[in-house]
């Protein structure tokens, strides 16, 4: 975990910065948020959706959702069904951008690092992949304060995705960070729920995690 306020507030900047500059070079696209096409970024979508539970209403938080593309992905996929949707990012200019694309009451945007409400579910698409010059024992600091809070702002469970980490002798695109799934599955049994589920094979050198709430 990272305890110093001022570390923590120093990397988050960074990754705002980050992602602003990918947003104002190519606009509300899949580019825009560092993906390379919108079917791999549906794809993750549906790997992470899969924590929730389609046969009822449920309430949604999207933690650096981006411009809000997961809203067309629902609006695509599950037209029908009621979801309380609330997408968080840490870059104000993502936000200002999503708010724009999706006027109206039935969703809602939120600047920061961590949803300010508690909800059924929390996904989180792609926001341990771009660690920047951040060395990595600090980044998995990161990543642990995060999922703890994810933890603790979803009742019923939450979704994560990863880079996997290439094999040794295989290079990873700097500033990216890639890890295994035991890493990180060890750590959501040992301090969250038994109740982890490990998606992967996709077809991307990528990993989800589906971590569900003890009954
Ligand atoms: C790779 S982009 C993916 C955006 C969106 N989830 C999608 O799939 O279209 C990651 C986004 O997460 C945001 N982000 C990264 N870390 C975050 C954090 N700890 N809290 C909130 N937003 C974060 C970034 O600003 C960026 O907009």
Same mark, same amino acid.
């Given at each position: 975990?990272?305890?110093?306020?001022?570390?923590?507030?120093?990397?988050?900047?960074?990754?705002?910065?980050?992602?602003?500059?990918?947003?104002?070079?190519?606009?509300?696209?899949? $580019? +825009? /948020? !560092?993906? *390379?096409? %919108?079917?791999?970024?549906?794809? @993750?979508?549906?790997?992470?959706?899969?924590?929730?539970? =389609?046969?009822?209403?449920?309430?949604?938080?999207?933690?650096?959702?981006?411009?809000?593309?997961?809203?067309?992905?629902?609006?695509?996929?599950?037209?029908?069904?009621?979801?309380?949707? $609330? +997408? /968080? !990012?840490? *870059?104000? %200019?993502?936000?200002?951008?999503? @708010?724009?694309?999706?006027?109206?009451?039935?969703?809602? =945007?939120?600047?920061?690092?961590?949803?300010?409400?508690?909800?059924?579910?929390?996904?989180?698409?792609?926001?341990?992949?771009?660690?920047?010059?951040?060395?990595?024992?600090?980044?998995?600091?990161? /990543?642990?304060?995060?999922?703890?809070?994810?933890?603790?702002?979803?009742?019923?469970?939450?979704?994560?995705?990863?880079?996997?980490?290439?094999?040794?002798?295989?290079?990873?695109?700097?500033?990216?960070?890639?890890?295994?799934?035991?890493?990180?599955?060890?750590?959501?049994?040992?301090?969250?729920?038994?109740?982890?589920?490990?998606?992967?094979?996709?077809?991307?050198?990528?990993?989800?995690?589906?971590?569900?709430?003890?009954?």
């Amino acid at each position: 975990m990272i305890d110093d306020a001022s570390d923590l507030e120093q990397l988050y900047k960074g990754v705002a910065q980050y992602y602003t500059g990918t947003l104002r070079r190519f606009g509300p696209t899949p $580019l +825009g /948020v !560092d993906w *390379s096409c %919108a079917p791999t970024q549906a794809l @993750r979508f549906r790997k992470l959706l899969i924590v929730c539970d =389609f046969h009822e209403p449920f309430s949604l938080n999207d933690i650096g959702c981006g411009y809000g593309a997961l809203l067309k992905y629902l609006a695509d996929y599950h037209p029908d069904h009621v979801i309380d949707y $609330l +997408g /968080v !990012d840490l *870059s104000q %200019a993502m936000v200002s951008r999503a @708010r724009k694309l999706w006027p109206g009451q039935s969703h809602k =945007f939120e600047q920061g690092p961590a949803a300010s409400r508690t909800a059924d579910y929390s996904i989180a698409s792609g926001i341990f992949n771009v660690m920047l010059d951040q060395p990595v024992d600090m980044w998995e600091r990161f /990543v642990a304060t995060t999922l703890s809070q994810l933890h603790e702002s979803s009742r019923r469970g939450f979704a994560v995705n990863f880079v996997t980490a290439p094999r040794s002798g295989q290079d990873i695109r700097r500033g990216l960070y890639g890890t295994t799934p035991e890493r990180w599955i060890d750590f959501c049994r040992s301090e969250f729920s038994r109740d982890v589920t490990l998606i992967d094979g996709y077809g991307m050198s990528e990993f989800t995690l589906l971590i569900r709430s003890p009954d």
